[in-house]
């Protein structure tokens, strides 16, 4: 189960004027005691974290808040929960203690089977018409827990966890939108499996010029198409270590980090932290944030700028859980 809390923040065009802009940089560490992961991404070269992390900050400090959910009140959802909130796929909620509990169930028998997933969108747009300025939501992952189950069911590659956020024009995940032309949406993705590591990925929707101008892993490709699951996780880490941006459909993955040991991953999923998801620039830089560092930031100049029609009212933000317990 997944316990959560968010608040969505934009930033008009003509502050974001005040603030200035400058090129897309890579993140420091995420901390001095902390072992720097495997990282890909098309960052530039790595400037100042003070002066990025003042930027961060400062464009923040002047951002409005249109949506904060503060999941005040317990048991079953508040009644204008389902106002603010669609269901997607098999998700259930309550909230508790302030905290928003998020509940994915699939049929018996218990411990790891079949993946399951399930979550909410908002079910009006929010963020700026067009994106314009900057753009962000920030949620706190309080925890995430399973039904007990038979320790001997665990496999290498079994897949834990996975959760993520989404901005997009549509409800739900990247590759997931009805016009794969016209709809436009980045995401922040995380994957556990166990024995592999902790996968983060900044990713952004798919175009068909994509493929003439990025390299494919071995996920949707046709001469793939017989390799089992273990094969393509081979492919798909080779594309990691080659690093740079790379096709892995159905997404474009802008950043990625892995986080192999025990200790990085438990750093992440043993305790709460707050990540964000921002656009700036008009939707031309996107970025991730941990606690409030950024972490990953890359240029991605005329995406929705080609298709701002689909951003015309502002965009949807989708939070989705992934698990393949009977009870997550």
């Known amino acids: 189960m997944q316990r959560l809390s968010f608040c969505l923040l934009t930033l008009a065009v003509l502050t974001l004027a005040s603030c200035g802009c400058r090129d897309s940089v890579k993140p420091q560490p995420e901390s001095a005691r902390d072992a720097q992961p495997e990282s890909t991404g098309d960052a530039s070269p790595e400037s100042p974290a003070d002066e990025e992390e003042s930027e961060h900050v400062g464009s923040k400090h002047e951002l409005a808040i249109q949506l904060r959910d503060e999941f005040d009140r317990d048991n079953n959802p508040p009644a204008d929960f389902e106002k603010r909130w669609t269901k997607l796929y098999d998700g259930q909620a309550t909230t508790e203690n302030g905290q ?3 509940e994915v169930r699939r049929p018996a028998p218990p411990g790891p089977g079949e993946v399951v997933m399930g979550g909410f969108a908002t079910t009006q747009r929010h963020f700026n018409p067009r994106l314009a ?6 949620i706190t992952i309080v925890e995430f ?9 665990d496999k290498t590659g079994q897949l834990v966890q996975a959760w993520s956020l989404t901005v997009g024009s549509w409800h739900g995940l990247v590759g997931g939108q009805k016009d794969k032309e016209k709809d436009r949406g980045v995401q922040l993705h995380f994957d556990y499996l166990r024995g592999e590591g902790l996968y983060v ?7 068909p010029e994509d493929f003439d101008k990025y390299p494919q892993d071995g996920f949707g490709r046709k001469e793939s198409k017989d390799l089992s699951g273990p094969e393509l996780r081979v492919l798909h880490e080779e594309a990691i270590k080659r690093g740079g941006t790379y096709i892995t459909v159905p997404c474009l993955a802008l950043a990625t980090r892995v986080y192999r040991s025990q200790q990085e991953i438990q750093d992440k999923l043993g305790r709460s932290h707050r990540y964000g998801l921002y656009l700036k620039d008009d939707a031309n830089t996107v970025y991730w944030t941990l606690d409030g560092q950024v972490m990953d930031e890359v240029d991605i100049s005329g995406y929705f700028n080609s298709s701002l029609d689909s951003v015309r009212d502002g965009a949807f933000l989708s939070v989705i859980g992934v698990a393949c317990f009977q009870r997550n």
Not at 145 to 153: G, I, Q, V
């Open 100 to 102: 928003w509990l998020m």
């Open 133 to 138: 300025g900057t753009n962000g939501v920030e």
């Open 145 to 153: 827990s399973h039904e007990d189950y038979d320790a001997e069911m």
């Open 201 to 207: 990925y900044l990713v952004r929707g798919l175009l």
